[in-house]
């Protein structure tokens, strides 16, 4: 199997939404491949590589993710307050993609770092204009965060590269 570069993670236990949000990405000339997994716990697995997801070459992290905040277990809230925790993954582009929720979700949501937040359209033609307009802005025109791979292993603090940091006397 090749490498794969970039990936979107698509979090949704909605499965017609689901596969309605695959169909429109398709259909706007997405080639990038959507990992759709159905709960918060899935995409922790996912994205610490844990699991059935370990071969990053197989299930590399996304530059991208879709999340529905009513998921069943974990909500979509709590597993975005657990992403901004994880250093190698607190940058990851979030697109909340949900039905209208309580009073201050959306707040809320944006308080724990979301990027946008976008609510579930009522028409098929609708997801396709959104997703369209999705696709090209944050996989267009954004320039995502380099993510490292949760079995990356960082240097030693205050470690510094050979010769980096260093001057010669009198230069």
Known sequence: MS?????????????????????????????T???????????????????????????PLPVLLLLDLKLPEMSGLEFLSWLRQEPVLNRAPVIVLTQPGPEGEIERAYELGC???LVKPPSFNTLLVM????????????????????NYASPPKGAVEAGAGTAEPGA
């Open 3 to 31: 490498y794969v570069h970039h990936t979107i993670l698509l979090v949704d236990s909605d499965q017609d939404m689901a596969h309605f949000a695959m169909l429109a990405l398709q259909r706007v000339g997405v080639i």
């Open 131 to 150: 997703m369209q307009t999705l696709v090209q802005y944050w996989l267009g025109l954004n320039l995502p965060p380099q993510l490292a791979s949760p």
């Open 115 to 117: 990027n946008s937040f």
């Open 33 to 59: 491949p959507v990992q759709l997994l159905g709960t918060a716990e899935e995409a922790i697995d996912y994205l610490k590589g844990s699991g059935k997801y370990q071969e990053r070459e197989d299930f």
